[in-house]
């Protein structure tokens, strides 16, 4: 396994084969060889199927921004990616409005929609009156002081009501953690930030136009995102795909990985799998990076894949369900996307449940009804399967401790040659196109040292 001819037997080791390990892979020039504990690669970008039935490990939608990323994926896939405009929408208080809530809020009872509206005009005259006070601050050398948690970022640009009825609910549902644990500098590109203009508008049915970072995304003509996947591996040149093999430890002071036994030398380490699960397989680690270790901080997700006979009542790919007596967040229905992820006439959907513990009888008939009412099944009998799957690592949680622990356990790899990348590696929240970027950029910066 570890013959080869590059300078001193030493090739670049890639730890693991989701979107980053693969685009990784694709852009080095150094010889490679990547490992891989499952049988096949795509890490969470894969599709799985029954019955006829496909369904992505949760909601994949492509967005891409960068050109080149545009190009390749054209030259991958010519005339096979289909560009989608999309429907997301928020179910709350028994109604579905438009995504996102802040600058959508017609549809609302009137009593909530009034809430909403005072709170953010309450906000924006509060942040006038900090604004003028932090000019006169500015003048004597003072910062203004930034919201200490993502609470306090919600309440200063959202007030007391869309805080209320949606940021607040729906975030501690998705991270599992109550808001001002969380701090809000992971934000700025994913919570769109309406101004007090296009709320009021939004709140008499004269909204603006689609907001945020996923307004249109690309989904294969068939075979779910796994086919975006697979096509991306047809570009791995140059070095060696080892499935079903798992690292057993990760010597960082003679820049060996020991897999099944057999020390394989790296001059480079790419590592896209969990953090934690790095730096476990790192014996005699620092006490201060084992201790900033034990600080990160991630949330498991439990899913499920459902089967469905009919098309849902209601058109939308995904909503999103801040209130706590639904049992789930999000819900994505991908034969809306596309048809074909279903047998004919009938629907796949993945919902995402807001309970981290197994899922009960109780909770699956809870979302069932709960579907119903969302439009995405038209009756609970119209249910053909469910299948419960779980993802360990999910969501990581941006709390106090998160800059230092990372500064610090970044800065000790890539010292010593290992550079943590993706959306785990690096330990962060991103797409699918930040994972294929970052391994264009971590073979740059790997090409550029040996050359």
Same mark, same amino acid.
């Given at each position: 396994?570890?013959t080869?001819?590059?300078?001193?037997?030493?090739?670049?080791?890639?730890?693991?084969?989701?979107?980053?390990?693969?685009?990784?892979?694709? +852009? *080095? =020039?150094? #010889?490679? !060889?990547?490992?891989?504990? @499952? &049988?096949? /690669?795509? $890490?969470?970008?894969?599709?799985?199927? %029954?019955?006829?039935?496909?369904?992505?490990?949760?909601?994949?939608?492509l +967005? *891409? =921004?960068? #050109?080149? !990323?545009?190009?390749?994926? @054209? &030259?991958? /896939?010519? $005339?096979?990616?289909?560009?989608?405009? %999309?429907?997301?929408?928020?179910?709350?208080?028994?109604?579905?409005?438009?995504?996102?809530?802040?600058?959508?809020?017609?549809?609302?009872?009137? &009593?909530?929609?009034?809430?909403?509206?005072?709170?953010?005009?309450?906000?924006?005259?509060?942040?006038?009156?900090?604004?003028?006070?932090?000019?006169?601050?500015?003048?004597?050398?003072?910062?203004?002081e930034?919201?200490g948690?993502?609470?306090?970022?919600?309440?200063?640009?959202?007030?007391?009501?869309?805080?209320?009825?949606?940021?607040?609910?729906?975030n501690?549902?998705?991270?599992?953690?109550?808001?001002?644990?969380?701090?809000?500098?992971?934000?700025?590109r994913?919570?769109?930030?309406?101004?007090?203009?296009q709320?009021?508008?939004?709140?008499?049915?004269?909204?603006?136009?689609?907001?945020?970072?996923?307004?249109?995304?690309?989904?294969?003509?068939?075979?779910?995102?796994?086919?975006?996947?697979?096509?991306?591996?047809?570009?791995?040149?140059?070095?060696?795909?080892?499935?079903?093999?798992?690292?057993?430890?990760?010597?960082?002071?003679?820049?060996?990985?020991?897999?099944?036994?057999?020390?394989?030398p790296?001059?480079?380490?790419?590592?896209?799998?969990?953090?934690?699960?790095?730096?476990?397989?790192?014996?005699?680690?620092?006490?201060?990076?084992?201790?900033?270790?034990?600080?990160?901080?991630?949330?498991?997700?439990?899913?499920?894949?459902?089967?469905?006979?009919?098309?849902?009542?209601?058109?939308?790919h995904?909503?999103?369900?801040?209130?706590?007596?639904?049992?789930?967040?999000?819900?994505?229905?991908?034969?809306?996307?596309?048809?074909?992820?279903?047998?004919?006439?009938?629907?796949?959907?993945?919902?995402?449940?807001?309970?981290?513990?197994?899922?009960?009888?109780?909770?699956?008939?809870?979302?069932?009804?709960?579907?119903?009412?969302?439009?995405?099944?038209?009756?609970?009998?119209?249910?053909?399967?469910?299948?419960?799957?779980?993802?360990?690592?999910?969501?990581?949680?941006?709390?106090?401790?998160?800059?230092?622990?990372?500064?610090?356990?970044?800065?000790?790899?890539?010292?010593?040659?290992?550079?943590?990348?993706?959306?785990?590696?690096?330990?962060?929240?991103?797409?699918?196109?930040?994972?294929?970027?970052?391994?264009?950029?971590?073979?740059?910066?790997?090409?550029?040292?040996?050359?």
């Open positions: 396994m570890t080869d001819a590059d300078i001193g037997g030493r090739r670049v080791v890639i730890l693991g084969g989701g979107l980053t390990g693969i685009s990784t892979a694709v +852009h *080095l =020039r150094a #010889p490679w !060889v990547l490992f891989e504990r @499952d &049988e096949r /690669l795509g $890490g969470h970008a894969r599709t799985d199927g %029954r019955d006829g039935y496909r369904f992505d490990k949760t909601g994949h939608w +967005h *891409l =921004r960068d #050109p080149a !990323v545009k190009q390749m994926v @054209d &030259e991958l /896939l010519p $005339g096979q990616m289909v560009p989608i405009a %999309r429907r997301a929408r928020i179910f709350s208080h028994g109604v579905l409005t438009r995504y996102p809530f802040q600058a959508n809020l017609h549809g609302l009872p009137p &009593e909530v929609i009034k809430e909403c509206l005072l709170g953010v005009i309450e906000a924006k005259v509060a942040a006038a009156a900090a604004g003028g006070a932090a000019s006169g601050a500015a003048a004597v050398g003072v910062a203004p930034e919201p948690n993502f609470e306090e970022y919600c309440l200063r640009h959202f007030g007391a009501g869309i805080s209320k009825h949606f940021m607040i609910p729906y501690e549902k998705i991270w599992g953690v109550h808001p001002r644990e969380i701090t809000a500098a992971w934000c700025s994913f919570v769109p930030l309406p101004n007090l203009e709320v009021i508008a939004g709140a008499v049915g004269a909204g603006p136009p689609e907001m945020g970072y996923n307004q249109s995304f690309l989904y294969p003509k068939a075979g779910g995102i796994e086919t975006f996947t697979r096509a991306l591996q047809t570009r791995m040149v140059g070095g060696q795909v080892h499935t079903g093999s798992n690292p057993d430890v990760v010597d960082w002071r003679r820049r060996e990985v020991v897999v099944g036994g057999e020390r394989i790296y001059r480079a380490l790419v590592a896209t799998i969990p953090l934690p699960e790095l730096l476990k397989r790192m014996p005699e680690l620092p006490p201060a990076i084992e201790s900033e270790a034990a600080r990160l901080r991630c949330t498991t997700l439990r899913y499920l894949n459902i089967g469905a006979r009919g098309k849902p009542r209601d058109d939308w995904w909503i999103y369900v801040p209130e706590k007596r639904y049992p789930f967040y999000r819900v994505n229905v991908f034969s809306t996307a596309m048809s074909n992820m279903a047998p004919e006439g009938c629907s796949s959907i993945c919902v995402e449940m807001a309970d981290r513990g197994p899922v009960t009888e109780s909770s699956l008939r809870d979302t069932a009804a709960a579907l119903v009412a969302a439009g995405a099944l038209g009756d609970v009998g119209d249910l053909v399967f469910t299948d419960e799957k779980q993802i360990e690592y999910a969501y990581v949680v941006f709390d106090q401790h998160y800059y230092q622990a990372t500064r610090a356990i970044f800065g000790f790899l890539e010292d010593n040659g290992i550079y943590p990348r993706g959306r785990y590696g690096a330990w962060t929240y991103n797409a699918m196109e930040d994972c294929v970027l970052a391994g264009r950029e971590v073979a740059s910066l790997i090409d550029r040292a040996v050359a």
